[in-house]
């Protein structure tokens, strides 16, 4: 289900307005919607925080200040995302009723106060959301100004009650049917932990259990499928009376905590809140860190997404409120647009006189008026997105995928060796994804459970833990003319991290890439190994060494150093019609530069640009007639691009053959489709 976007509103500009936090002050609801107007800004998000105006006492519904904002947004041509309150419950429910405060993993159970502090599991707090979720919907479900189902605020957090507990166990009893059947996968024997009952199990915590890697792991999956299970109760209670209306969720930056991968078959949409750190000078790297988060909301649904919250200037939650320097909103927000984002969005449009977040950047500041040089950039930004409107819709083509398994994240966390000190999963995939960023080549980002299909190139790095099924999808996928590039630390166990028998990469792996890896070498802190290859060329390794054994590979690289110098590091395998890589340590990044840049010309990987200066971002759109090519500069320097024949800036409408960038800065051009 799609947002029916209204005539003559393409990319939504907007984000969250509290209207609750000033209905004594008219004067200042008044002022907003000509602030509104002045910023460009279409559509904002309302209701979020606003449970205990919407139901000040149990079962007393107050929602006519709220239609009455959404009514005069309306009138004013300025547009709701209507948000489910659920994400902060009001103090009455938390006092009355206790179970609804969460248990902390001390097994304390909360205070009232602060957020994301309820029990997803507890009936009562799924009554009451059932009961205010129904009426939003039956009240304001089908209102013209409504466009979009904002469901509760960047869901998180865990609960350990007693009532939680139990759902565990039963959740467990519908998994493994058997007690014994746990215990055999959850290899308990060690320590003498053996189950008798569904009963005797305990959710993992510090003073409890905390080894078996079978329950923490099978703790982190009951989690995310408990709030998956709270948000479609809460998209079942808005869709009895408001059926037509899509849903989404604001999603977090790199949040860990639940698997997202779980959350994209419930939701219409995917939006996101986006709030790196930027600062003076280059930021480039922190640009390619935001651009994999990006495109893995992107990737959810593999169409575009929505920024559902960013700031105009400051967070205030930071170690240090660092000033956005001026061009970054314009740059920053454009990456967003260009990794297919079809909104940019702020929390919040008016700064609070109180409370955690009165610093935390917003459209308005405390002075009121459009005078800050943050109010002037929304400004500048909301006519710019209106000027290139038509980019809503596109789509990023990517022709390669990399893989960012949350489940095998979580057991890499857990599984206590090789580098105790640091095993880095999410920095290595970071590593393999800037060598793509840096060429202007778009990726898509999977975990395990998604189809390979479509995809010339597979980027799999540290595959630890092999959910079932996925080795056949590799298996299937090399054997029909993919490339696959593996790592070290790939196939060791099953997806109840169990070790394979028979040697590794498990499950028929060690096939595909024509390799045995018999152990690793842990490396401490700044130890050094080195890659060799057979031209003499060398990159400098690091914390992981493989020592592998070639079972049909043909090596391409070995160590440089220590006992196993003259061993292989670096592999390739013809398996099928197509072949697979096997890098045995972690390489830097001069190594992934220059591999990916020789495969990727081999797989003939499109490219938004040819020549991209050093700090400039460029990435690529496409509709049925039209490609889009956006430039974003991070570098802090001015910068200049050449660019092939055919590109038109898509604001001013000119030809241009190069184009010049300050510090940060950026422009969006348009060519025919090929």
């Keep these: 289900m799609k947002i029916q976007l209204p005539e003559g509103i393409r990319l939504l500009h907007g984000g969250d307005y509290n209207p609750d936090q000033w209905l004594d002050r008219p004067d200042i609801l008044e002022k907003d919607i000509e602030l509104m107007k002045k910023a460009h800004i279409n559509c904002v998000s309302v209701g979020i925080f606003s449970w205990a105006r919407l139901e000040p006492e149990e079962g007393v519904y107050d929602l ?27 103090v009455w429910m938390s006092e009355k009723y206790e179970e609804i405060r969460r248990v902390s993993s001390q097994m304390v159970r909360d205070q009232t106060g602060g957020r994301h502090n309820h029990c997803y599991t507890s009936p009562y707090y799924r009554e009451k959301v059932r009961a205010i979720n129904g009426q939003l919907a039956r009240r304001l479900g089908k209102h013209p100004g409504v466009l979009l189902w904002h469901l509760s605020n960047e869901y998180g ?17 519908k998994k493994y049917g058997a007690i014994e059947e746990l215990n055999l996968q959850w290899w308990t024997a060690f320590w003498s932990h053996t189950y008798q009952s569904f009963e005797q199990i305990h959710a993992p915590v510090d003073n409890g259990e905390r080894d078996t890697h079978g329950l923490v792991l ?45 959350f994209k078959d419930a939701l219409d949409v995917i939006s996101w809140d986006s709030y790196p750190q930027w600062g003076p000078g280059d930021n480039s790297r922190q640009a390619c860190e935001v651009a994999l988060w990006h495109d893995v909301m992107r990737s959810l649904k593999r169409q575009p997404f929505l920024l559902m919250e960013s700031t105009p200037s400051t967070t205030n939650w930071m170690a240090a409120s660092r000033l956005k320097r001026p061009g970054m909103h314009l740059a920053a927000s454009m990456q967003a647009v260009a990794h297919g984002s079809d909104s940019v969005q702020y929390f919040q449009f008016r700064k609070g006189r109180g409370s955690s977040e009165k610093f935390h950047g917003a459209v308005v500041d405390h002075v009121g008026e459009p005078v800050t040089r943050e109010f002037r950039d929304v400004e500048r930004l909301g006519e710019y997105l209106e000027k290139i409107g038509e980019v809503q819709g596109s789509k990023t083509e990517a022709k390669a995928a990399l893989v960012l398994d949350m489940e095998n994240l979580w057991a890499i966390e857990e599984e206590r060796g090789p580098r105790n000190c640091g095993m880095h999963y999410l920095e290595t995939v970071q590593d393999h994804y800037r060598a793509f960023w840096k060429r202007g080549i778009s990726l898509d980002v999977i975990d395990e459970e998604c189809e390979l299909s ?13 959910r079932a099924g996925f080795q056949q999808k590799l298996r299937d996928f090399v054997e029909q003319g993919g490339v696959l590039m593996g790592t070290y630390h790939t196939g060791l166990v099953n997806e109840n991290d169990l070790c394979y028998l028979g040697g590794w990469p498990g499950e028929g792996l060690s096939e595909v890439f024509g390799v045995w890896h018999e152990t690793t070498d842990g490396l401490w802190d700044g130890e050094k190994n080195s890659l060799v290859l057979e031209n003499g060329k060398a990159y400098e390794l690091s914390e992981l060494c493989a020592l592998i054994h070639l079972k049909g590979a043909k090596a391409l690289g070995y160590y440089g150093s220590d006992f196993y110098e003259g061993e292989p590091a670096l592999s390739v395998n013809s398996f099928g019609k197509g072949k697979a890589y096997y890098l045995a340590a972690r390489a830097g990044e001069p190594f992934y530069e220059d591999f990916y840049e020789k495969l990727s010309r081999e797989l003939k990987l499109p490219r938004a640009l040819e020549e991209i200066p050093q700090g400039v971002e460029a990435c690529e759109r496409r509709s049925d007639k039209e490609r889009y090519l956006f430039l974003q500069n991070f570098s802090g320097e001015e910068k200049q691009i050449r660019l092939p024949l055919g590109y038109f800036d898509l604001v001013s409408k000119e030809e241009k053959k190069e184009v010049t960038l300050s510090g940060y800065d950026a422009v969006v051009l348009r060519t025919t489709a090929k």
Aim: glycine share 4%.
């Design 454 to 466: 479509g995809y010339k190139l597979v980027v799999a790095p540290m595959l630890y833990l092999l």
């Design 218 to 262: 099978d703790w982190k999956r009951f989690t995310t499928d408990q709030v998956v299970d709270f948000m479609e109760e809460e998209i079942r209670a808005v869709r009895e009376f408001a059926p037509q209306l899509p849903v989404t969720t604001n999603l977090m930056y790199y949040f860990t905590q639940y698997n997202y991968f779980k």
């Design 157 to 173: 957090g865990v609960c350990w009650c007693p009532r939680c507990q139990r759902e565990f166990q039963q959740w467990l009893r």
């Design 64 to 90: 006519d200040w709220l239609e009455k904002i959404i009514d005069n947004l309306y009138e004013n041509g300025i547009y709701t995302v209507l948000a489910t309150p659920s994400g902060a419950k009001p």
